[in-house]
């Protein structure tokens, strides 16, 4: 069965190879590989026309920059595959985790599969998700649980069922998006199964949008994505700690560097 895997690309050139070299090289075939071209600046589009031209299972689409949640669902509206599964253009994978993903959620018939998650800096390597043995969860409190929300609303990481998440479109216009689509996601999913020893690789790009000083508004879609997780998880009676209930409402620098954090907790 085909894996339609959707790649938003937006400025990444420095990094893009390394990403889709993973993806080719995977020793599951059945690929369908789409990379929106998000408006891109620098030669990434010439990238990806030259993997497209040596490889029939790419499909490139150009648009105008909507940012990621439009990069997405451009590429959710291209994708045919029976399996859908997200990658940032900056990233890569093992090159068994395809396969390793597909045979799990096939085999417990899953909606979601789950890679494990290392988070890589040019001089170390974090691990921010751990799976150790296959396992498979359907009460929403322990898929919550087994991927670390709030801590971690990834929507990479994951093989899903394209009949889960083929119409539940990003936000457009706002950043953090993984916090509003992931939770929704993993509520409606059956079944989750983890996937031990296969690894998603997120790397830690200083020029991601998260690294700089964030805008006003980039500060209240922050704000407003952890609000909307915190009501989530009050409707569910999913259980909070006082630290996860308590979000940063606006922070004030000095030149660039962050010198206060103005917080609420339980909208004090």
Do not use: H
Not at 62 to 67: A, E, I, L, P
Not at 107 to 114: E, L, Q, V
Not at 130 to 135: A, G, P, Q, T, V
């Amino acid at each position: 069965m085909t894996i339609s895997i959707i790649i938003p690309v937006y400025n990444t050139s420095e990094f893009l190879k390394d990403c889709l070299e993973s993806v080719i090289n995977q020793t599951y075939k059945e690929l369908e590989i789409i990379c929106v071209n998000d408006g891109s600046k620098d030669n990434s589009l010439e990238i990806l026309n030259n993997y497209a031209s040596k490889d029939p299972r790419f499909k490139i689409i150009s648009q105008k920059n909507q940012g990621l949640s439009g990069a997405r669902n451009t590429g959710l509206d291209s994708a045919t595959g029976e399996y859908i599964s997200f990658l940032d253009s900056d990233d890569w994978l093992d090159l068994n985790y395809f396969e390793k993903l597909y045979n799990a959620i096939i085999k417990y018939n899953a909606d979601i599969s789950a890679a494990s998650i290392l988070r890589t800096r040019k001089n170390s390597t974090k691990i921010r998700v751990k799976y150790d043995k296959e396992e498979v969860y359907s009460d929403l409190k322990d898929k919550i649980k087994i991927c670390n929300i709030p801590k971690c609303c990834y929507v990479w990481n994951k093989l899903y069922k394209s009949s889960l998440v083929k119409d539940k479109k990003f936000k457009i216009g706002v950043q953090y998006e993984d916090i509003l689509w992931t939770p929704e996601v993993l509520k409606q999913a059956d079944k989750i199964v983890t996937v031990a020893n296969i690894n998603y690789y997120y790397r830690a790009n200083s020029k991601s949008i998260v690294k700089k000083k964030q805008t006003k508004k980039q500060q209240f879609d922050s704000y407003n994505a952890k609000k909307y997780l915190i009501n989530f998880f009050d409707k569910n009676n999913l259980p909070l700690t006082k630290k996860q209930r308590t979000i940063v409402k606006e922070q004030k620098y000095l030149f660039n560097l962050a010198i206060a954090k103005i917080k609420e907790y339980n909208n004090t």
